[in-house]
């Protein structure tokens, strides 16, 4: 008998546990993008939004050359290594283009309060600039008064910032700006988000239908297997595995010394109930006599319909003993009529019986035997049973032989 659970673990069954854990580690990775996303989306909008104000950029790198400035002074003051004269003027140079650029930049006028401190800021940082490079390390006093007026300047700078800054996010259309970068951003990323979904929708309906063909397809699978080694009208096992039943049995009692007996059976009188009731009859009276043979038999024995209203029974461990009181079991369970399409049917049966290794010791051979029993029986009224003697044999092999290689 095929091993269906053991069959369907092995073709398909349950999801595996390792799908649901790549689908929850996906979930997981895309929603940290997602915030990973949203965060770098906001710092670069905000970057955005300053940088699309020239003068306001302007403004931020004078502010960042005022404070190089103010680093290299205190380095070379303090008569540090890295820093000489030459360094000094250049950063003096690059902050005074600086501010020049954002004196003449059209965004901050002359009219408007940020930009008022800015011709001041360039003359005093013109007048300190000869000052600072005049200026040889080693006198504190000095470098402290110098330092200030150049904190002074460096505040009015970053003041400048602030003003600048403030005015320009605070301007209606900049606010209107922001907003549809925003709302810009937020389409896109739930965008991303739907077609996430989409995605992650379309994973769990194809893993769905991935499991559901594969149940099919396991279920196909079974019922092949099992159709391949059973009769299709009883579902009992069919010539070919019953052969196998019986090698098996036989090398089982080869190696433990137990006997084997071999029952070959024919439904009497089978014929005459298909030509008066019809075939569908004779299959259903097929189907009830071996439910009932069925019946009489213990887990361990094996019916099989070899075709026709021929069937076999392999009985493992019984002596000669043991086979005739089965035998006269079924003989006396098929006393009671049997009901087929509607119809009260009596079906007797003649029992031919061989046995191993009294009989033979080959799967043929055993066969061979109980079929030519099972010939006496017939012979002898049916009804009955007849276990193989030797002299069976003296008046010819039976022209109904039935062999179960054939």
Known sequence: ?????????????????GKLVLLSGAMIVFAACLALSVNKTVTEQEAALRAGDPDLQLA?????????????????????DGIDRDTLSLRLQRAQRTLQR?????????????????????????????????????DPDRRADLTARLDDTATAVHRIVTDAEAASLDDAARATQRRWLYLEEALYLLGMLAGGGVFIGMLLRESRNTRRLLAEATAAQVRIEHLAHHDPLTDLPNRWLFKDRLDQALRIAQRQGSPVAMHCIDVDFFKTVNDRYGHVTGDQLLVAVAR???ECLREADTLAR??????????????????????ERLLKAFRVPLTADGHKLKATLSIGIGLYPEHATTAEALHRAADTALYCAKTAGRDQYHVWQPGDDRAGFPVGYRALAG
């Open 306 to 327: 070899l075709g026709g209203d021929e069937f076999a029974i392999v009985q493992t461990g019984p002596a000669a003993i043991g086979a005739e009181p089965l035998a």
């Open 60 to 80: 931020f790198m004078a502010d960042y050359e005022i404070q190089r400035l103010r680093h290299s002074f205190d380095v070379y003051a303090l008569d540090g």
């Open 102 to 138: 954002l004196a003449a930049g059209t965004g901050l006028g002359a009219d408007e309060p940020a930009a008022q401190p800015i011709p001041q800021i360039i003359e005093s940082l013109a007048q300190l600039g000869p000052e600072l490079l005049a200026f040889e390390p080693g």
């Open 292 to 294: 009932r043979m069925q």
């Open 1 to 17: 008998m095929t091993d269906e659970p053991r069959l369907r673990r092995r073709l398909g069954g349950q999801p595996h546990l």
